[in-house]
Nanobody
Framework: VQLVESGGGLVQSGESLRLSCVTS????????MRWFRQAPGKEREWITT???????RYADSVKGRFTISRDNDKNTMLLQMNSLKSEDTAVYYC?????WGQGTQVTVSS
């Protein structure tokens, strides 16, 4: 199993980023997928889940600003992040079952 995130970077407050998580080694379409993030000095926190039926859940901190989606043909999970805030600064991880990606850094300057 492999999960590879990309798309992080340095942006200003109010701007957008789109993260990708390319997966391999399992049947992507039959499992739910999640995004987490870990800010400096804080514990890793769950931010969103997409289930196989297309339903989604979001943490209150990102609801209305972030959108999770998946492309089953490309075995890829996406995270569209809009209206970014400085408190969104963190390393973002995708997760399948017990497996984590390596993370991608998002830094939002105010």
């Amino acid at each position: 199993v492999q999960l590879v995130e990309s798309g992080g970077g340095l942006v200003q407050s109010g701007e957008s980023l789109r993260l990708s998580c390319v997966t391999s080694g399992f049947t992507f379409s039959v499992y739910y997928m999640r995004w987490f993030r870990q800010a400096p000095g804080k514990e890793r926190e769950w931010i969103t889940t997409m289930y196989t039926d297309g339903s989604t859940r979001y943490a209150d901190s990102v609801k209305g600003r972030f959108t999770i989606s998946r492309d089953n043909d490309k075995n890829t999970m996406l995270l569209q992040m809009n209206s970014l805030k400085s408190e969104d600064t963190a390393v973002y991880y995708c997760k399948y079952s017990i497996y984590w990606g390596q993370g991608t850094q998002v830094t939002v300057s105010s």
